[in-house]
């Protein structure tokens, strides 16, 4: 396990081969907008979600084989905003409150964002995100409740 610092200037937790992810320093939470690059993928990303401001998470153009993980680290009032580019699509399921909730844009067709919303979910909700294709985002994830998408 490696504990870093992206480009971007956030923290990460880096997995190993083992699947084992270890602790993270006290400022190691995504609390404001950022856009993701190739370079960070396969990192843990921890939600702070008590900042009192919304924020986005920018993906990049979507590549077979990038994987993003982000946990909700605080209760708060943020919403969390994880979008790809618009000509990407999100497919999967998320296990919401116990129920499957299909990753969609509430009209049938494929999600493009997905919404963490910490006001009714909380610690421990997370989201895994894998490029399976040049065009298509794979989307796992559990919550206690909060995750929709668009």
Known sequence: MDLGKNDTGAHFVHLHHDGLIGPTNSTGELDTDITL???????????????????????????????????????????????????????????????PVYVEDGGGDLATNILIDSNTGGPGDFVSIHGISSAMWFVKGIASDGITTT
């Open 37 to 99: 690059t190739e370079k960070d993928s396969g990192h843990v990303y921890f939600l702070n979600t008590s900042t009192g401001t919304d924020y986005t998470i920018r993906l990049p153009i979507v590549r077979n084989g990038l994987t993003y993980t982000f946990a909700v680290l605080t209760l708060g009032t943020d919403v969390v905003t994880i979008t790809s580019t618009t000509t990407e699509s999100m497919n999967g399921v998320l296990i919401v409150g116990g129920s």
